[in-house]
């Protein structure tokens, strides 16, 4: 860029910045006391002026003077001779013991102060039952006086520089030290003088607007924690409460809360999995231990009559990571509920599959129920599709008969992708009486476990459950923000 070119594209802190600089140097300091800016513009103008070739920058390295902690303190509170004199003014004559603590010296600092003023002879030391010290007339004075070493701290705290003997002192008393510092020193080049003589330095400042400009990429929430955050908040201002969601649980809740029988299939290392170490925990719930155990033996309190075999408490206490978000209902109901009542959760889940773009290993469910005294299979299908249509954007719901342990009757919620056709979305149905009324709970609950995954596949319009946790920065900067 000629001269000519590179002037016309100065910034307006670069102006004022050259306008201000001339022969001889200048700190950044004083720059911004002249031009009335703020220091770090100051600094930017600065090194894109030196960047054009219009200034150059010069750091000196000088050492200085400044204080310690301990100096510091000093200068705070007060030297410990200063201190000691204070104290002896205003009780006269004290032993050593009694001074010290009037003075609130420690021993070091008591012993440093006790040599000095007796070295200026500010005291006297008079022998008794126990020695003490008093003033002198030449401390009495001095009691009410600054003495120059702490006129000296002063000056070195406000950048000033204190005597040659006085800082000999400081340092001497570890109150001061010589620490190296840089200063930055800016002077105007040969080309900024011709710069700042052109006409377009004194000109008005113009504009292409049809130049390119870099892309910006402003900053945002990852897409699906966005996403999750609207649903949580979206079932908070229905009403729902939000359950603890932990990532490890027993298989009591993960299983046999829901009636699941202990020989189940899904509870095998083909379908779930168990953790090594530890490999139980207690269960503490002792009622609802024995309400669970009755449930799957005879029926419990409950009309069926159960699975008919030995329920064991072994089995029940092993720990698991969570396969699945009624778990966290199956803690919920055992806790107690409201009624009516209305429970969600957004859970972390963990099942051994095969990796595909609608399956993973480690996914996301939002998980919830209803309780109540009259709700029937049609409020929860109503609430299945006002879901899938709502909050993932879906425009095709269908349901189809299924099985679950836990519900009677089930059923799946699936919803038609644009480009993968069917998706099933999650399972749903009535909570079984064995279930509640062995819990001690009257009435009827809807539930549902939704891949929450898959619901934003829908709302972010992708092919591939794995984008969700993706680290590709282009697909996060321009995947658009999640809106409600």
Known sequence: MDLKGAVASLSEIERKTLSALSQGAKSEQGLAAETGLNIDSVRRAVNWLSQKGFAEIKDNAHEKLVLTKEGEKSLKEGLPETRMLKALAKIEKADFEKLMKEASLNQQEFNVALGINRKNNFIAIIREEKTKAMLTEAGKEYAQKKLPLEEALEKIAEGDKAKEEEAKELIARGLAEKKEQTQREVCITSLGEEAKKSNEFSGKRTYNVKDPVPEVFGGKKQPYIQFLNIIRRKLTELGFEEMEAPLIVHEFYNFDVLFQPQNHPARTWTDTYQLKNPRVGKLADRKNVAAVKAAHETG??????????????????????????????????????????????????????????????????????????????????????????????????????????????????????????????????????????????????IAWGIGIDRLAMFKLGIKDIRHLFSDDLNWLRKTPLVME
């Open 300 to 445: 419990g309190v409950s009309a069926s009559s159960g699975w008919r075999y030995s329920w064991l408490e072994e089995i029940a206490s092993k720990v698991m990571p969570t396969a699945h978000g009624t778990a966290h209902s199956a803690r919920q109901l055992t806790k107690g509920v409201k009624m009516p009542g209305k429970y969600f959760a957004i859970a972390r889940c963990f099942r051994p599959d095969v990796l595909d773009a609608t399956h993973l290993i480690e996914f996301n469910q939002t998980e919830g129920f209803i309780v109540g005294e009259d709700l029937n299979f049609t409020h929860l299908l109503g609430m299945l599709e006002q879901f899938a249509k709502e909050i993932a954007g879906a425009k095709e719901v269908k349901f189809i008969p299924d099985y679950y342990p836990f519900t009677e009757p089930s059923v799946q919620l699936s919803a038609k992708h644009p480009d993968l056709g069917w998706v099933e979305l999650g399972g749903a149905g009535m909570f079984r009486p064995e279930i509640l009324e062995n819990l001690g709970i009257k009435g009827q609950a």
